[in-house]
């Protein structure tokens, strides 16, 4: 079973920029690609970022575009570590921030459109505010 934590989360002035972090370990780690979603208050999940497997491609929401940094960092097979860099944030970037993990894709793809994903995080609150 995988598990995930993510860390970083926190308050922001306007402009400013977080670090998130999503530990990620399980099996399998080195076949899926790994997703940020956010969920603001009274808004729809909506995915951001994500990385493939293999860590050669990555995809962004129009949202988020040159502002958001997605990496990952593979020790071994079954422990992943996952970051967002996030500048330039602005108050309409406060939500709850989860990293997920899939399969569907192959090593070398992923799409930021997707939905369907094995595993959630508990989330991360950021804040953006003065």
């Known amino acids: 079973q995988l598990q995930l934590v993510e860390s970083g989360g926190g308050l922001v002035q306007p402009g400013g920029s977080l670090r998130l972090s999503c530990a990620a370990s399980g099996a399998g780690l080195d076949w899926y690609a790994i997703f940020w979603f956010r969920q603001a208050p009274g808004k729809e999940r909506e995915g951001i970022s994500c990385?493939?497997?293999?860590?050669?491609?990555?995809?962004?929401?129009d949202s988020v575009k040159g502002r958001f940094t997605i990496s990952r960092d593979s020790r071994d097979k079954a422990s992943v570590s996952v970051y967002m860099h996030m500048n330039e944030l602005r108050p309409e970037d406060t939500a709850i921030y989860y990293c997920?993990?899939?399969?569907?894709?192959?090593?070398?793809?992923?799409?930021?459109?997707?939905?369907?994903?094995?595993?959630w995080g508990q989330g991360a609150l950021v804040n953006v505010s003065s």
């Open positions: 997920a993990p899939t399969s569907t894709f192959v090593r070398t793809l992923c799409d930021v459109r997707a939905q369907s994903m094995d595993f």
């Open positions: 990385i493939s497997a293999s860590g050669s491609n990555t995809h962004y929401a």
